[in-house]
């Protein structure tokens, strides 16, 4: 994928993880970055979106930033439930695109 | 109450054609960018074609270019997506999903599922 994310994180249950996501000038350095939850079977949930903002009833246990031509998500007090796949966007050019994916187990 | 319902999937053999639906309520198009994303299995999300809020497609992923046909219908607030010459690379469930800001895709239908195989 043209943003790389690393394939799996794992943590402990009430622990914090972070979820990287690099990429280049032509997508992450000039544009904003989206985080989506996607559970099996489920359509995907917006969690982040413009870098850091968070939808009403995202709990603030999620946050984003971003610097450079990399974006970070930020998991706090991890709960069972969110064991899923993540995943960050951000447009390139004039579409868009997503990371590959990281898999979160929370042990 | 917004939606977003996705239908059309369906079992098609190689080199054929489908056409999948995305029926909006509680919102109008008209006011929305509007993305279509897939999902092969065991794979990540692609984003494969992004619809501005006039319906005029602005941009296709190179897998879909020149196979995949977006349309929109006001009367009946839904998008379209002709999909045609499709390969078992084409197997997915298929999304859409409504841009709320840059990218920021709030909304997204439950997914249909595109099966190309003989």
Not at chain 2, 66 to 88: K, T, V
Request: aromatic letters at 10%.
């Amino acid at each position: 994928s043209v943003l790389t994310q690393p394939p799996s994180v794992s943590a402990a249950p009430g622990q914090k993880v972070t979820i990287s996501c690099s990429g280049s000038s032509s997508n992450i350095g000039n544009n904003y970055v989206s985080w989506y939850q996607h559970l099996p079977g489920t359509a995907p949930k917006l969690l982040i979106y413009d870098n850091n903002k968070r939808p009403s009833g995202i709990p603030d246990r999620f946050s984003g930033s971003k610097s450079g031509t990399s974006a970070t998500l930020g998991i706090t007090g991890l709960q069972t439930a969110d064991e899923a796949d993540y995943y960050c966007a951000t447009k390139d050019y004039s579409g868009g695109v997503f990371g590959g994916g990281t898999k979160l187990t929370v042990l | 109450q917004v939606h977003l319902v996705e239908s059309g999937g369906d079992l098609v053999k190689p080199g054929g054609s489908l056409r999948l639906s995305c029926a909006a309520s509680g919102f109008a198009l008209s006011g929305y960018y509007m993305s279509w994303i897939r999902q092969a299995p065991g794979k990540g999300l692609e984003f494969i074609l992004y619809i501005s809020n006039s319906g005029e497609a602005i941009y296709y992923a190179d897998s879909v270019k020149g196979r995949f046909i977006s349309s929109r219908d006001s009367a009946s607030n839904s998008l379209y997506l002709q999909l045609n010459r499709l390969s078992p690379d084409d197997t997915s469930v298929y999304y859409c999903a409504r841009d709320f800001s840059n990218l920021g895709l709030d909304l997204w239908g439950q997914g249909t599922l595109v099966t190309v195989s003989s």
